[in-house]
């Protein structure tokens, strides 16, 4: 009867209206579980209502599901800051909680990878321009600030070793490499132990490169041995 029809369609606009809901509630999910999963968890007094619990709790359990994996993927994750690490976790996890700390580390590392490639160029750009001191301190920065993220040579500590008189032999733990006045180049760490100078007539001095590696300069005055010294070798 048209009464009948017409209570049905009441009753229809309602039910349509609470499928809506569950529908809107899921795609929220997608792009935020948190607030999806409370979306979803406010419809379960009217899902009982319309029948309708078992599907809106397994839509729930779906979302319960998918935040646990996020959780454990972001704690398997640890403390990586690698991008393409932080973009494949934003890729399946993109309505999580954690998707929100990967966007903010993955920000924070291109920044400091900007950062990073600013200060090397500086660092070059010194080189370039003969500028010892600079140069010097350009890469201690480099060192402190990124340690272990430099291919081997990619950044040297610059000692200009001088020497009076002049033209003095300097040798890295035994080995000749080049006369004074010059530039010796050094890794960050590790490296040769000893320089050492030596000139005919002169006492030799030596320093140990972890010391050295402080400065930009190593001045030595060459004391002049006396003949008999010289001829008595000592």
Known sequence: SAVAKRGLGRLSEPAEAFARAVAEAVRLA???????????????AEAVAWDRSDEVERQRAAVAARS????????????????????????????????????????????????????LASYRRQLQAKDWEGAHAAATAL???????????????????????????????????????????????????????????????????ADLRAGWRWEIALERQSRWSVALGK
């Open 30 to 44: 997608e792009t935020d579980l948190v607030k999806g999963g409370s979306r979803l968890a406010a419809l379960m």
């Open 68 to 119: 646990a994996a996020a959780t454990a993927a972001w704690t398997a994750l640890g403390e990586r800051s690698d991008d393409a690490a932080l973009q494949a976790f934003i890729a399946a996890h993109p309505g999580a909680p954690e998707a929100d700390l990967a966007r903010a580390r993955q920000a924070q590392a291109r920044t400091a990878a900007r950062t990073r490639e600013v200060a």
């Open 143 to 209: 060192g402190r600030n990124y340690s272990g993220q430099f291919k081997p040579g990619e950044v040297t500590l610059a000692l200009v070793i001088e020497s009076q008189p002049a033209g003095a032999t300097v040798s890295a733990d035994g080995v000749t490499v080049g006369t004074t006045p010059m530039v010796y180049t050094c890794p960050l760490e590790g490296g040769a132990e000893r320089l050492s100078v030596a000139l005919a007539g002169h006492a030799p001095s030596t320093g140990r490169l």
